[in-house]
Each structure stands twice: as structure tokens, then as C-alpha cells.
């Protein structure tokens, strides 16, 4: 079983920045694909971004030139780094692990963007 678990969410008014991160368990992360997925209330649960493990990113259009996604494997982590953010950017952003037909999911981090 994977652990995944989500920091630096939080409160920013817009035009802000916030980096998220996601520290994922065990000895195989450098081979899973890490994707960053956002939920706001009364919304399904949608693709922010996307690395692979050899380093492919994919960005929602929404997000395109203001996140970027990147990974550390020494470090089993990956980020989100958000700048330019705006009010409808709020949602609990919650990241997965998923490889081959293997999936894990964090609890969440809260991101608030005030206007």
C-alpha cells in the first residue's frame, strides 16, 4: 500500500502564488505516473496536471502558464507550483499515485483563493 499525503495548501488572495506538495511511501515512486486532480464544491473531481515518470508533463487548459508540476524522486515527492491564482482556482487538490492498473489517492489539501 502507498501512502500519498498532500501540504501546503491554504489561503492566498488572488494573483498569489502557493506550491503544494505530495510525499508519496515505499521504493517504486520514480516509476509512477504522480497527477495532481482538484475538486470544488459541487464539481467533479478534474485533471489539474499530469508527470510521468520519465518526466512528460499535461496541464489542464486552465492552468496552462500559470502551474507547473514537477517531481523530486530522491526526495519521493512531487509539486505543483501555482502562480497567477484566481478565485475559481479554489478547491481541495488532492494528488495520486497511479501505475499500470495501481491507483492511491492523498486526503486533500484546501486551496483558497480570495478575491
Known amino acids: 500500500q502507498v501512502q500519498v499525503v498532500e501540504s501546503g495548501g491554504g489561503l492566498v488572495q488572488a494573483g498569489g502564488s502557493l506550491r503544494l506538495s505530495c510525499a508519496a511511501s515505499g521504493s517504486e515512486f520514480s516509476i509512477y505516473a504522480m497527477g495532481w486532480y482538484r475538486q470544488a464544491p459541487g464539481k467533479q473531481r478534474a485533471l489539474v496536471a499530469r508527470i510521468t515518470s520519465d518526466g512528460t508533463t499535461n496541464y489542464a487548459d486552465s492552468v496552462k502558464g500559470r502551474f507547473t508540476i514537477s517531481r523530486d524522486n530522491a526526495r519521493n515527492t512531487v509539486y505543483l507550483q501555482m502562480t497567477s491564482l484566481k478565485p475559481e482556482d479554489t478547491a481541495v487538490y488532492y494528488c495520486?499515485?497511479?501505475?499500470?492498473?495501481?491507483?492511491?489517492w492523498g486526503q486533500g489539501t484546501q486551496v483558497t483563493v480570495s478575491s
Open positions: 495520486n499515485a497511479n501505475h499500470l492498473q495501481r491507483s492511491w
